[in-house]
């Protein structure tokens, strides 16, 4: 039952990643803003960076499950936000969402917490 949360987790995020990064540079022409198109994965990847150790601390305190439910709500309404940005500077702060670093890292947390040690590599 927890893989099969992980994994729904997991193509949550790909599929996200997947279909908002390959049609990036089409929104970007839209809203006129071809020109910061390295700023709408700029910002994911840096919002990203920030948030995963204040997760992961926040995660030890409070539980992973927990987290990785917190996480899914802001990247599934962030990534239904992209789709409606009407400028370029509210793709990009729609894109720089805190929950899919969370979605991200959290999966393999869980999986350390489930499996042991020696399995870890199969999974």
């Known amino acids: 039952m927890v893989f099969s949360g992980l994994i729904l987790a997991m193509i949550l995020a790909a599929l996200d990643q997947s279909i908002v990064n390959s049609a990036l540079p089409r929104m970007a022409g839209d809203l006129g803003g071809l020109v910061h198109l390295s700023w709408g994965i700029t910002a994911f990847m840096l919002s990203w960076a920030i948030a995963t150790p204040i997760r992961c601390k926040l995660c030890d305190m409070f539980g992973r499950r927990t987290f990785l439910v917190i996480c899914i709500?802001?990247?599934v309404a962030a990534s239904a936000l992209c789709g409606v940005a009407r400028s370029m500077g509210q793709l990009i702060a729609f894109r720089s969402g805190i929950g899919g670093g969370g979605l991200m890292t959290l999966w393999r947390t869980?999986?350390?917490?489930v499996v042991t040690p020696s399995e870890?590599?199969?999974y």
């Open 73 to 75: 709500l802001p990247f």
């Open 110 to 113: 869980v999986i350390a917490d």
């Open 120 to 122: 870890r590599m199969r």
